[in-house]
């Protein structure tokens, strides 16, 4: 089965930036909806934001402002660039991948790690 990969986690201290990849692991050509969702230590599952093939965007209201998902369709990417981080947002980030034909899929994670 065809996985999203992610990569660009790490430790940055708050106020600082990152930004998260992921592509899937092999050609698919149905893909409907890519997106981030993360899960913090002791907390349920929760989506941070996505982005559907016509390019509208839904973001959590606390990364509002800070946070921009984009899509590059000509590489099946998806990005999320994280500014002004706090320790609150703080978890394992999740990519998510919603087809048209075939099954959704989730990566392994990566870990954001905001401390000073």
């Known amino acids: 089965q065809v996985q999203p990969v992610e990569s660009g986690g790490g430790l940055v201290q708050p106020g600082g930036s990152l930004r998260l990849s992921c592509a899937p692991s092999?050609?698919?050509?149905?893909?409907?909806?890519m997106g981030w969702y993360r899960q913090a230590p002791g907390k349920q599952r929760e989506l941070v934001a996505d982005?559907?093939?016509?390019?509208?965007?839904n973001y959590a209201a606390s990364v509002k402002g800070r946070f921009t998902i984009s899509r590059d369709s000509a590489k099946n990417t998806v990005y999320l660039q994280m500014n002004s981080l706090k320790p609150e947002d703080t978890a394992v980030y999740y990519c998510?991948?919603?087809?048209?034909?075939?099954?959704?899929?989730w990566g392994q994670g990566t870990q954001v790690t905001v401390s000073s």
């Open positions: 998510h991948i919603d087809r048209i034909w075939g099954p959704p899929s």
């Open positions: 092999g050609n698919i050509f149905d893909i409907k909806e």
């Open positions: 982005i559907n093939t016509g390019g509208r965007t």
